[in-house]
């Protein structure tokens, strides 16, 4: 018995993979046979289908287990022996989602038709008209674009399978989950160049941590539970997070390094060449004129001439410097001698006012020198994050093999119906000229 048959695609849903097809089932029984010049001239009648054989076609993939056709609509018999049946099905199939570049994710969905109880040798399977899907009565759907829809006949003709391909419409899932989180990305990037002193840069951290956790949550909702491979999507919000984890990290040692002073910390000379003499003019970073107090100082240390102290006396001091060195210890101490008691204490105030004041320059400018290394610090972590972002995105993004490939759904009906009329082999790489059907 040789059984043709025809699959019209007329709506398909997303959520359970749910389609609407009418199947077209045709075959010859030569028991049916009649000369309509013996009936009154009738040439065909119509009969319900479970008062003549029928082939038991079922679909071998579905998801609900109903293997049966719901609406048992009446069969067409021609005299000759021809009987057409079109039975209306909503079959609910199983299809293996691949979701690794998600949004942008491409999907082949078979349905593959076949006798339940009859094998190979007793019953074969052909196309009725075309190898290939009818879309002319499709109807669009708002989330799946239609590509292609060939259909392929097993070696022992003992089973057809229809491929529907569909790729995702990318629209929704762009502008709520993929451009949000591109910003938040970037967003992330602008800590290192927000101040320490305004003491907002883990506020703004946390914050971005707390918005990626929410996309990572109403991205779990949106996809399947798989663990056969990561989703476009998915990949991105993770090197995100982990992104934001180092920034949070980087932005404690950060504020550490900011705060820092003479009395906490000394400045390790590695430290003051490579933070404050090479990485500024890697970055193009010039550090405002500042006044050096320890040159200062130092070239305030130098000997000088004081004034003589006696008629024969001269002496040459250090003006109270911890270093000086005393080229006449016994002059000096005669000279000190010769003081009066308010001119030494005076000579005393004025040796600790000078000595807190240099305590305090030097203390200042270690300050400054620590605040301008997490300054050369933030500088370079801003150029770095930002290169690991912006080269995260694109290649992430980017390794989508049709993001950058755009589907016109109704020129591509067009084009499949022209192709189903031809009435030939159906290749998805044939030349279509829109404006001639």
């Known amino acids: 018995m040789h059984t043709n048959v025809w699959l019209a ?20 029984d030569y028991q049916l046979k009649w000369d309509p010049s013996n009936y009154g001239g009738i040439e065909s009648m119509r009969v319900a289908p479970d008062k003549i054989w029928q082939p038991d076609i079922v679909l071998f993939n579905n998801a609900d287990g109903n293997y049966e056709v ?17 039975p209306p099905a909503i079959y609910k199939s199983s299809c293996i989602i691949d979701v690794e570049y998600f949004p942008f994710d491409e999907q082949i969905c078979s349905l593959t038709f076949g006798s339940w ?31 292609d829809g060939p259909a392929i006949l097993t070696e022992d003709r003992s089973r057809v399978e229809f491929q529907i391909r569909i790729r995702r419409k990318t629209l929704f899932y762009t502008v709520v989950l993929l451009l949000p989180t591109i910003m938040m990305a970037f967003l992330n990037v602008t800590v290192f160049y927000l101040p320490t002193a305004s003491g907002e840069k883990m506020g703004l951290t946390m914050n971005v941590s707390l918005s990626i956790v929410v996309f990572l949550l109403l991205v779990s909702k949106i996809l399947p539970p798989t663990s056969s491979s990561i989703p476009l999507a998915a990949k991105y919000l993770l090197l995100t997070f982990v992104l934001n984890v180092i920034t949070i990290v980087v932005t404690t040692v950060i504020c550490n390094i900011y705060f820092r002073s003479a009395a906490t910390h000394h400045l390790p000379p590695w430290v003051r060449s490579l933070f404050l003499e090479w990485l500024p003019l ?59 008691p308010d001119a030494q204490r005076a000579l005393d105030a004025i040796e600790f006012i000078t000595e807190n004041r240099r305590d305090e320059e030097i203390n200042k400018q270690m300050k400054d020198d620590w605040k301008y290394v997490s300054m050369v610090i933030d500088r370079f972590l801003l150029y770095g994050f930002f290169a690991v972002t ?16 755009t589907v016109d759904e109704n020129q591509n009906i067009k084009r499949l119906k022209y192709l189903y009329k031809l009435n030939r082999n159906y290749s998805f790489n044939d030349t279509y000229q829109p404006g001639i059907y």
Not at 9 to 28: A, D, Y
Not at 121 to 142: C, G, H, N, T
Not at 285 to 300: A, D, E, I, S, T
């Open 9 to 28: 695609l007329v709506s398909f849903l997303q959520k359970i993979r749910t389609s609407i097809f009418i199947i077209f089932q045709k075959w010859n």
């Open 70 to 86: 719901s609406f048992l609509c009446n069969t067409l018999i021609h005299h000759t022996g021809e009987v057409l049946w079109v």
């Open 117 to 147: 109880t009859y094998n190979r040798e007793e019953l074969k399977l052909d196309f009725l008209y075309s190898d290939m899907v009818d879309f002319s009565d499709y109807a669009s759907s708002s989330i799946w674009d239609l590509i």
């Open 282 to 340: 890697f970055m193009c970073m010039k550090r405002p004129n500042r006044k050096n107090v320890l040159r200062f100082l130092k070239k305030r240390h130098t000997p000088t001439e004081t004034r003589n102290i006696g008629p024969e006396e001269a002496v040459r001091i250090e003006n109270h410097h911890p270093h000086c060195s005393m080229h006449d210890t016994r002059k000096i101490q005669h000279a000190c001698a010769d003081l009066t």
């Open 390 to 405: 912006l080269g995260g995105t694109i290649g992430i993004i980017a390794s989508a093999p049709t993001i950058f490939e």
